[in-house]
C-alpha cells in the first residue's frame, strides 16, 4: 500500500472508532447537560441546540472524516469542536459544579488519550474558547450546588463513557502488538524462503553457543550450498532457482525438529543449528537431507538436477565464540566443495566425507 493511502487508511479506522465513542459520549452527555440546564428554563434553541449536538454531529463529524483527503487531521479537528461545544456549554450551564467536571473531564480524558499532552493543552484552548462563548450568550454566573437529579443525570457519562473509552484503548494496545510482533516475526525472517534470515540465525547461533558453553553440551552447525547454482538460474532462469531454493527450506522445515533452527544464511547457502546432536548423528542427518534433495522431482524443467555441498561443525570447549565454531562449519563447506561437490564433510575431519561416486 502507498504511504498517502496507508495514512488514509489509519485515518478512517480512527474515524470510524471514534464514531462509535462519540454517539455514545455525547448522547450520555446529553442527560448530563439537560439535567444541568433544566432548572435555567433556557430557550428552544437551546434545546435545539443540545439536540443537534448529541443527534446530529457525531454523523456530519463521521461524514467530514470520511471524505475528507487527511481524515485523521479532519478527526482532530472534530475533537476540537467536541472540546469547544463541552466548555460552551459548562458556561451555559453557569458553572455547576459535577456537570461542569463531569464535561470537562471527560473530554479532556478523551484528548489525552488520542494525542498526548499536547493536543490536550490544544482542546482545552477549545473549551476556553467555548466558554467565553457561552458567557457572551448567556452571562457570567454561578450555580454552586448539584441537585439530586444532576448527579443521577451524570453517573451514566461517569461510568460507562471511561469503560468505553478504557475498551478502545485496549483494542487498539492489543492490536498494535500484534502488529509488532508480526513486524519483528518479517524483520527476522527471509521473505523467499520463509526460514530465518542471516542477521536472526547468527542471532540463534550465539545464543546456542553461549548455552553449550554454559551448559558444558554439545551441538552441531550445518552450512549447506546448492551447487552450481548459478549455472541453474543461468541455464533455467531465476524463477526456477527460486523454486529451488523454496523447495530446500520445505524440505529443511520437513525433516527438522521444532529445536533445530534454518535460516537462508545468503544467496544459495543455508544454515541449519541442531543442538544436542553428535557429529556422527548430525552427518547421517545432513546425507538424508541430501540424497531426498537430489532425488526431488522438477515438473516445469525435468531436465533440472540439483545437488548440495554440506560442511559441519562441532561445538568446541576451545571455541572462543560463535564465529569459531561457524568458521569451522565454513571451512568444512570448503572442503566438501573442492572435493568434488555433492558431499557431506566434517570438521574436526574424524569422520569421513559422504560422497558420491558421479558428483554433478
Not at 448530563?32 to 435555567?40: F, I, K, Y
Not at 484552548?125 to 451524570?154: D, E, H, M, R, V
Not at 492490536?175 to 542471532?203: F, M, P, V
Amino acid at each position: 500500500m502507498a504511504p498517502a493511502q496507508y495514512t488514509r487508511g489509519k485515518g478512517l479506522s480512527l474515524a470510524r472508532r471514534l464514531y462509535k465513542s462519540r454517539i455514545l459520549g455525547l448522547g450520555l452527555g446529553l442527560l448530563c447537560v439537560a439535567a444541568g440546564m433544566w432548572p435555567l428554563q433556557p430557550a428552544p434553541w437551546v434545546w435545539g441546540l443540545m439536540l443537534f449536538n448529541a443527534f446530529v454531529w457525531p454523523h456530519l463529524a463521521y461524514q467530514w472524516a470520511r471524505w475528507a483527503r487527511v481524515p485523521f487531521r479532519a478527526e482532530h479537528r472534530n475533537l476540537l469542536v467536541d472540546s469547544l461545544a463541552g466548555g460552551f456549554w459548562v458556561a451555559a450551564m453557569h458553572f455547576n459544579p459535577l456537570p461542569l467536571a463531569t464535561t470537562l473531564g471527560m473530554m479532556a480524558m478523551n484528548n489525552i488519550a488520542l494525542g498526548g499532552v499536547r493536543f490536550f493543552l490544544a482542546g482545552s484552548l477549545a473549551q476556553a474558547l467555548g466558554i467565553g462563548l457561552g458567557l457572551w450568550l448567556f452571562g457570567p454566573s454561578f450555580i454552586p450546588q448539584t441537585t439530586p437529579l444532576q448527579l443521577y443525570a451524570c453517573l451514566p457519562m461517569l461510568t460507562l463513557y471511561p469503560m468505553t473509552l478504557g475498551y478502545i484503548c485496549y483494542r487498539q494496545a492489543a492490536t498494535l502488538g500484534q502488529h509488532k510482533r508480526e513486524l519483528l516475526a518479517r524483520s527476522r525472517t527471509d521473505s523467499l524462503t520463509g526460514l530465518l534470515n542471516h542477521g536472526a540465525w547468527k542471532d540463534q547461533l550465539e545464543v546456542e553457543f553461549q548455552r553449550c558453553k554454559r551448559q558444558g553440551r554439545g551441538g552441531a552447525i550445518a552450512l549447506i550450498d546448492i551447487d552450481h547454482f548459478k549455472a541453474i538460474n543461468d541455464t533455467y532462469g531465476h524463477v526456477a532457482g527460486d523454486g529451488v531454493l523454496r523447495q530446500l527450506s520445505k524440505l529443511l522445515r520437513q525433516n527438522l525438529r521444532a529445536s533445530d533452527q534454518a535460516g537462508r544464511y545468503g544467496g544459495d547457502e543455508f544454515c541449519v543449528i541442531l543442538p544436542d546432536v553428535p557429529l556422527a548423528h548430525a552427518a547421517d542427518l545432513m546425507e538424508a537431507l541430501r540424497g531426498r534433495f537430489a532425488a526431488l522431482g522438477h515438473e516445469q524443467n525435468p531436465a533440472l538436477q540439483v545437488s548440495l555441498s554440506i560442511g559441519l561443525a562441532a561445538f568446541s570447549l576451545g571455541h572462543d565464540e560463535a564465529m569459531d565454531w561457524l568458521n569451522d562449519a565454513d571451512q568444512a563447506l570448503y572442503v566438501a566443495k573442492s572435493g568434488g561437490r555433492n558431499n557431506v564433510t566434517c570438521h574436526p575431519p574424524q569422520l569421513p566425507s559422504r560422497k558420491v561416486l558421479n558428483p554433478l
